[in-house]
């Protein structure tokens, strides 16, 4: 069983930055791709950036791109989700997720999650 980890999250300004770290257990990241997923309240949860096993990445939101960047350390297990320029619509609880080798921006198609971190984008 592959466990997910998530951290990083939090409370921040508008404009501001966060960093979420995804730390996997069992299988390094050069056999799964890892996915950062986000739901809001009220919402369907969304595929927001991923990283294959190759380290491919795919941005599933417009909205992300040129703010958001996804990142791996192969050694130390660990995917991280840099987050700038941050606004309260980004508000959700993050997941990171995982499957095998290709990414994926449906969150039906991955096989194991973490328990989500929130982060809330708030004056």
């Known amino acids: 069983q592959l466990q997910l980890v998530e951290s990083g999250g939090g409370l921040v300004q508008p404009g501001g930055s966060l960093r979420l770290s995804c730390v996997t257990s069992r299988y390094t990241l050069d056999r799964v791709a890892i996915g950062w997923f986000r739901q809001a309240p009220g919402k369907e949860r969304e595929g927001v950036l991923c990283?294959?096993?190759?380290?491919?990445?795919?941005n599933y939101v417009d909205s992300v791109k040129g703010r958001f960047a996804i990142s791996k350390d192969n050694a130390k297990n660990t995917v991280y989700l840099q987050m700038n320029s941050l606004k309260p619509e980004d508000t959700a609880v993050y997941y990171c997720a995982a499957r095998d080798a290709y990414c994926s921006g449906t969150y039906q198609r991955y096989d194991y999650w973490g328990q989500g971190t929130q982060v809330t984008v708030s004056s």
């Open positions: 990283i294959s096993s190759s380290g491919v990445r795919a």
